[in-house]
């Protein structure tokens, strides 16, 4: 009691505030801003499509922009090199064979695909693509690997909606562990 | 003397197959007794070292040596300690890499800054610090943003804890062994003293919302690296490190602040952190969901697989670091566990018939790399060696069959089997499958 009683006295002297109990030991130092203030930071797509943004896009705008920006690292159809394979794969999950993991193949959820381009590609100049195309570019990679057909539209509603073909593979270890 | 134990029976009496010693070997002599183990050595009818040459003065003690500098580098005839192999340029100098820590180099449980592993995605950003900022939002009360002067102003925790890739090791994976060295096997993990903040304080400052169960931090490099951590660990022994091994956090490994979840995969403890958001189911990144989940038996898919199992490997000798001549040797490596510490490691110089318990050297931390040795008495004869690490929670790392038999060759990630160096009659040492 005798050091908690000093260290009180010594804050009051110093002249802090300390406005929060829950905080009680913390400088609190934390500046406080609103969600629409943070809004240019806030990349987050939920699984369910939270976050994602206004905007749409077509497969056919979506090969336009894959054209010009992503082909140079996916191959014109999405199975070139260096970058990894986004198209193909289906069916080498089993078995011993070697795994090719696409997003056709592989990845569980639409909405990871919107996020990660928006967020990193391309890759000499990310995030510098509207949003809509970035639904563009996900339709179309989700169109190569025959996931929506072409004439589908990607946008807010309908990118959440596309249930992808490996999706019902994954399962949650945590907070266990695998052995 | 107080010493309980006949040094001689120590050193003559095999504990395992092959030449291995009792641990205490080295650990309870002073220096009169090494000398009576350097002569047992010759005893023992092991060929003597050659008669040294006469004594000179070198050069640099009757010049003037170097001046000061303001931050001082390894010796040039240490060049060869670097991070590495580095992968190839793929993208004329931009995109995802990795160097890793020459561990067959180091000794003791620290890596120096320098040689501390790395995984980026999209290159290491050149952050002024005067323009970054923390900012933490979501299912809080309030949201709130921090520079890093004011980070800088609140009470720092310390503590000692590797990181290690969960993609460390997947060449163990592979039918063949591959031919590489305990740096290009196994040196995405490295072990630093790290200082910074507590994140459930900078949390409960913000005020956590009871409905929050996980939150993603995500990074300011080019890639805007996110992963999903749950709220339990971010409230237990989380960290948002400022300092590394007493100095700012390298621009490498997270410059000026990078995301500390001890024991946990390398990839979630985000670099560059300059966001956290709280929410009530996991964000689903591509870090979580294409990568760093581990693909099992019959196509299923292990995702949020977190803490890096028990691991150890032999670092001397490992390939590279060969045998010179028959004799007296201290076998040691490191051994590191992402569930607390490490109790034991047991060593092995005939391919697993017999083990031994090491030494750990003090101290022994949890979530820290810890270096273990045993004197092995080599005959000259071939010995494949190996070391299995035992953690506090009483899990022993598995063989290889073992680990491969549970969960198949194709996971790519959180490999932690036994790594097997071969010792050949002429003294090199490789990997290899026993």
Redesign the interface.
Known sequence: MFTRNIAAISVAALGFTVG?A??A???????????KE?AA????????GVGLPAGRGTVKRGEEVYLEKCQG?HGETGVGT?SDKLVGGQGT??G?Q??V?T?GS????A??LF??IR??MP??E??TMSDSDVYAVSAYVLNLNGIIGPRAVMDAKSLPKVKMP?RD???????G??? | MSNDLNTKDLDTEQVAGNGLLDRRLFLRQGGGLIGAVGMAAGLAGYSRPVHAETLVVPDWTKTPGAWLQGYTQPSKFEGKVVRGPLPNN??NG??PGNARTPLQYLDGMITPNGLHYERS??GIPDIDPAGHQL???GLVK??????VE??S???MTSRISFVECAGNSGGMYAATPADGTAQSLHGLVSCAEWTGVSLA??L????VDPTAKWL?A?GAD?????RSV?I?KALDDAMVALYQNGERVRPSNGYPMRLLLPGYQGNMNVKWL??I?L?R?P????DE??KY????K??????????M?AKSVITKPSPGINMTAPGLYEISGIAWSGHGKVAKVEVTADGGKSWAPAALSDPVLSKAITRFRIPWRWSGAPAILQSRAIDETGYVQPTREAQIA?????AAY?CNLITSWGVAANGEVKHVYA
């Open positions: 929060l829950s905080a030991e913390s400088p609190g130092l934390g500046q406080p801003i609103t969600e943070a930071w806030d990349l987050s797509i939920g699984p369910d690292c260096p999950l089993m011993d070697a795994p993991k997003v592989f990845w569980p959820y909405t990871t996020d990660y967020r990193a890759l000499a990310p995030q490996n593979n994954f399962y949650i270890v945590y907070p562990q695998i052995k | 793929l993208y931009i995109g995605h999209n900012l933490i939002h309030r949201p709130l943003t921090f520079t004011a980070l102003r609140y009470p304080m900078l409960e400052e913000a005020g993603v995500e080019a890639a805007a690296m996110s749950p339990g300059r966001r958001k929410l189911e964000a689903m990144t591509k969901t294409s989940s581990l693909l099992v019959d196509g299923k898919v292990a995702q949020f697989n977190f803490p199992d549970a969960r198949g060759s194709r959180h």
